[in-house]
């Protein structure tokens, strides 16, 4: 499996949820990573982003109540979800687009990460009002 999310759950409105994004093996590219949600009916829409080489992006909703983090090291990033709504309750994805590979780019590309972009599975977020 490429990207594995998890941290998902039922929270009341008003808490707080931490969804973390597993970028699993040995990557040999940089990422632009970036969370997207869908809810019921809808349309996926983008939540987050964090650069390959810096920077983070939100989208109007959750400005000031999002905050997406990454851990290089561990080759995870995170979404700390605060003051959480009921129109937050979606399935939440993970999304990674290669923008640069290491030398040598033929070991690189034997990634399909490195190739192309990928999702991961979702994890379900639930806000009670």
């Known amino acids: 499996v490429q990207l594995v999310e998890s941290g998902g759950g039922s929270v009341q409105a008003g808490g707080s949820l931490t969804l973390s994004c597993a970028i699993g093996g040995d990557i040999r590219c940089t990422l632009d990573m970036s969370w997207y949600r869908q809810a019921p009916g809808k349309e996926r829409e983008f939540v987050a982003s964090s650069g390959g080489y810096g920077g983070t992006n939100y989208a109007n909703p959750v400005k000031g109540r999002f905050t997406i983090s990454r851990d290089d090291a561990k080759n995870t990033i995170h979404l700390q979800m605060n003051s959480l709504k009921a129109e937050d309750t979606a399935m939440y994805y993970c999304?990674?687009?290669?923008?640069?590979?290491?030398?040598?780019?033929?070991?690189?590309?034997?990634?399909?990460?490195?190739?192309?972009?990928?999702w991961g599975q979702g994890t379900q977020v639930t806000v009670s009002s």
């Open positions: 999304k990674a687009n290669p923008i640069s590979v290491e030398s040598p780019v033929r070991i690189a590309y034997l990634d399909p990460r490195c190739r192309a972009v990928s």
